[in-house]
């Protein structure tokens, strides 16, 4: 089945712990994306890649990091999370990053 | 001003009802349009793609692009519950690659 999977889908921390959230696509595509959902301010784009080892920021990438070591995997790294973080996260793909995108289910990240 | 507007609602209509969704852009250098589903609490899902101007049909759903007004619209004929739903418009350019931009959505209730 053609799919965006994240891990963990759900999780509270607490400010300052680092932490990882996966995203794996298991549809070739070359390109992915993070997301942070936020009620009244919709989706915003965080950071994209279109390539293994290209990234892009998008409109809110301050206090993130991404990596594109391998075509299938998109992790978001939060080096020092803060509770202005907190917010429901979405990773999406994309094959050549401009008509569709495919998303994941979501993190519900809580930070205290 | 954002670069993509739509109007947050929330919306509510009967059963049966033609529901219009729309959205306005300020940006004439999109060329790809976009409308998304997210159900509560899942991610958003793929309704619709439109490659600039016109009409694209799937069913109950139509969607239009008028570029020169920078409009765009989806219309939803014979409503269900079932498509109670948030509708997310979003919009990216002609190349690859690019950064996706997004309306921060409409809230519609289908009332049997």
């Known amino acids: 089945e053609a799919q965006v999977t994240q891990n963990p889908r759900y999780l509270i921390t607490v400010t300052g712990k680092k932490l990882t959230v996966t995203c794996s696509q298991n549809?070739?595509?070359?390109?992915m994306s993070w997301y942070r959902q936020d009620p009244g301010l919709g989706l915003r784009q965080i950071y994209y890649s279109m390539n293994v080892e290209v990234t892009d920021k998008g409109d809110v990438p301050e206090g993130y990091k991404v990596s594109r070591k391998e075509k299938r995997n998109f992790p978001l790294i939060l080096e020092s999370p803060s509770p202005n973080q907190t917010s429901l996260y979405f990773c999406?793909?994309?094959?050549?990053?401009?008509?569709?995108?495919?998303f994941g289910p979501g993190t519900r990240l809580l930070v205290l | 001003q954002k670069e993509v507007e739509q109007d947050p609602g929330p919306l509510s209509v009967p059963e049966g009802a033609i529901v219009s969704l729309n959205c306005t852009y300020s940006?004439?250098?999109?060329?790809?349009f976009m409308w998304y589903r997210q159900y509560s609490r899942k991610g958003p899902e793929l309704l619709m793609y439109?490659?600039?101007?016109g009409n694209k049909e799937d069913g109950r759903f139509t969607a239009q692009v008028d570029k020169s007004s920078k409009y765009i619209s989806l219309f939803i004929r014979d409503s269900q519950p079932s498509d109670s739903a948030t509708y997310l418009c979003?919009?990216?350019?002609?190349?690859?690659?690019?950064?996706?931009?997004f309306g921060t959505g409409t809230s519609l209730t289908v009332i049997p």
């Open positions: 439109t490659y600039s101007s």
């Open positions: 940006n004439s250098a999109f060329q790809y």
């Open positions: 549809m070739n595509h070359e390109y």
């Open positions: 979003a919009m990216s350019y002609e190349r690859t690659g690019n950064q996706f931009y």
């Open positions: 999406a793909s994309s094959l050549l990053g401009r008509e569709t995108q495919y």
